[in-house]
């Protein structure tokens, strides 16, 4: 089976403080993506990654930046982080190559920020 | 820029009941549609996809472009279904999928 895993499940950070959430995969998935998931909002893409070292902007990459240096980790950061960045945060992945490739979810990250 | 809609954030329906969820998209070149969903304390899974044309846990989807949409559809609701329903799009050329706002579906007793 696929494992996508984030390390953090549940995290409290002040304003101004700088936050990683990490994810890690298993099966050598090339893509890689920050998804964050508000109600009624549903998932909004923050960065997806095609490779190592390679990353694109989704839609809200504000406030965000990532990492990719290995493969299978894909590292979301909050520079300064603010209470609108409260939500839940999830990581996926997928082979890359044809669009058709299933993609799979980590368990998510739920982050308040105080 | 695609844009995938669920105009309904919270669907109840009799255990038994038909069910359709309600996905319009816009989107000017070919897309890939799928539906997602999210059980109760569970990770986000994939439940189908146009492109396979199949059946999973009773349910189908067909793809209108016609119409845009891309309903789900289940003619008699369990109550194992109650979960979060999410309809994504998938540009031809891309990795990148845009969700819908999800619709919370409550199959009661």
């Known amino acids: 089976d696929v494992k996508v895993t984030q390390s953090s499940r549940y995290l409290v950070k002040r304003t101004g403080e700088k936050v990683f959430l990490e994810c890690v995969q298993d099966m050598d998935h090339e893509n890689m993506f920050w998804y964050r998931q508000d109600p009624g909002l549903g998932l909004r893409l923050i960065y997806f990654?095609?490779?190592?070292?390679?990353?694109e902007k989704g839609d809200i990459p504000e406030g965000y930046s990532v990492s990719r240096e290995k493969k299978e980790r894909f590292s979301l950061i909050l520079e300064s982080a603010s209470t609108n960045q409260t939500s839940m945060y999830l990581c996926?992945?997928?082979?890359?190559?044809?669009?058709?490739?299933?993609?799979?979810f980590g368990e998510g990250s739920w982050l308040t920020v105080v | 820029a695609q844009r995938v809609t669920q105009p309904e954030k919270l669907l109840s329906v009799f255990k038994g009941a038909p069910v359709e969820l309600k996905c319009n998209y816009s989107?000017?070149?070919?897309?890939?549609l799928f539906w997602y969903v999210q059980y109760s304390r569970q990770r986000l899974q994939l439940l189908l996809r146009h492109i396979s044309r199949e059946s999973i846990k009773g349910f189908t989807a067909d793809l209108n472009k016609g119409e845009t949409s891309f309903h789900l559809k289940k003619p008699f609701a369990q109550e194992e279904d109650s979960a979060m329903y999410y309809c994504?799009?998938?540009?031809?050329?891309?990795?990148?999928?845009?969700f819908g706002g999800g619709t919370r579906l409550m199959v009661k007793p």
């Open positions: 989107y000017s070149g070919s897309p890939e």
């Open positions: 994504a799009l998938r540009k031809n050329a891309g990795n990148m999928l845009t």
């Open positions: 996926a992945s997928s082979f890359g190559g044809e669009s058709g490739n299933t993609i799979y």
């Open positions: 990654s095609y490779d190592v070292k390679m990353k």
